[in-house]
Structure formats: C-alpha cells, structure tokens
C-alpha cells in the first residue's frame, strides 16, 4: 500500500449472492470484503475507487450497492459502468444488456445517495442525455483525459501479442446516431456503443440542445479515435 496512490476494486453487488452471480463464481465477494478491509485497515489513504459494472443480474442492486460501498470511509468514487460487449459480455450481450433507461431511472437516487456519503459519482460509457439535461455532468465522458494503455491484441494474420493503445476520448465501440446531431455535447460524448445500438436502436436517446459543460471544458474538443501505437508479437514456441 504505501507504494500506491489509486487502487480500484470491482463491485458488482452488495452481498455475496449478487455479486458472485455477476463475476460467475464464489469467493469473489469474500476476496473483495478482505481486501477492503485490509485498505481501510492501513494508515495509508490511497484514492480508492469502485466500479460496478450493470447488468441484468444487477441493476435492481445499483442503490444497495453504493450504500455498501459507502459504509468504507476510504472509498471516494463510484463509478456506474455500462457493460461493454467484451469477452463474455459480448457472448451474451443481448442477454445481459441493460436498457439505457433503466440506468437513467436510478440516477437521481444513486446521485442523491453520493451526495449524502461525499462520493464522487460518474457513469461510464452511458450517453449524458440518458442521464438527462441537468445530470449530464455526472456522464464520465466529460471527465476522460487521454492515456495509454497495454492490451492483449490480435495483430496480421491473426498474431496474437501485446499493444500500446493510446486513448485520446472513451470512443472505442461506441458510435453517434442521427439524434446526436443536434445534440450540444456531441462534441463530447461518443454517443451509444455501436453493439447496443444494432441490438436495441436509439429511441432512449434524447438530444440536449440546452445547458452546460462541467467548469473548464471546451466544448469545441474533438473526439479523436484511439490508436495503436506500437505492437509487440508474442514469442514463438
């Protein structure tokens, strides 16, 4: 702990039951709990963030979740993550897919419900108009920074190895409908993942023509697509 200043923990529920349903397997929520513990245990105060990925499994626990999380005193941000279309999301995403909407419905308690604990909230990967004109500023889009990440990666003719990518806004599978034309952070928000939006369409979006950006953000920002910027092929065997 001492050579750390951020540790983020996966929190998919707020007991056992829920949470290991969603990771598909047990111990996970025993696992979580020690190590938790063994954070606010220490005399070290590292920004401690969790991140709940929704799916149909969970997203009637999104409030009991957060009120969980906010009974450890180190815990400072919550983030709500949309659930990507990766690995085995992508195997049963139209099973495991959560309407946009039913996201949006819960923001005003789960905003309400950080307020009250002092926790930052932001939701990951939801479009800001999901989240409504004077909510869009907990849209985690209007925070990103860019960075570089390294990932498993399938290169020319199916070589698989590690690459650099570089990401300079959250655009990756996501995609602007039509509705985000006229919308005044299209700028900003990537819009929908392209995955949801070829299952389920775009009639949840609404765009905002009104309001404004959080303090210090250009509107006239570009969304610049992420890019590979070195590959390195794993070793034969």
């Not at 750390?4 to 990771?23: K, Q, R, T, W, Y």
């Not at 009991?64 to 995403?93: C, D, I, W």
């Not at 390294?150 to 990756?172: C, L």
């Amino acid at each position: 702990l001492p050579l750390l200043d951020e540790i983020c923990f996966s929190m998919h529920g707020p007991n056992a039951a829920v949470h290991d349903d969603a990771v598909g397997g047990r111990g996970g929520f025993q696992r979580l709990e020690r190590a938790i513990a063994a954070v606010e245990a220490s005399p070290h105060r590292p920004y401690v963030l969790v991140n709940c990925v929704v799916t149909s499994s969970n997203v009637s626990h999104l409030a009991q979740t957060l009120r969980f999380a906010a009974q450890f005193t180190k815990v400072r941000h919550f983030l709500v993550s949309n659930m990507a279309p990766e690995g085995g999301g992508e195997r049963r995403y139209r099973d495991l897919a959560v309407p946009l909407s039913a996201i949006g419905r819960q923001a005003p308690a789960l905003i309400r419900l950080a307020r009250a604990a002092g926790i930052e909230l932001r939701f990951f990967c939801v479009p800001a108009c999901v989240l409504g004109p004077t909510r869009a500023r907990y849209c985690n889009d209007f925070y990103w920074s860019p960075r570089a990440t390294v990932e498993r990666f399938k290169g020319a003719h199916g070589r698989v190895g590690v690459a650099e990518i570089t990401g300079w806004a959250p655009t990756r599978g996501r995609v602007q409908t039509p509705k985000c034309a006229s919308c005044i952070h299209r700028s900003v928000c990537p819009g929908v993942l392209e995955r949801y939006y070829r299952e389920f369409g775009d009639d949840e979006l609404r765009s905002i023509r009104r309001g404004r950006l959080p303090k210090g953000l250009k509107r006239e920002s570009p969304l610049r697509p992420e890019t590979l910027t070195a590959f390195w092929p794993a070793p034969s065997r």
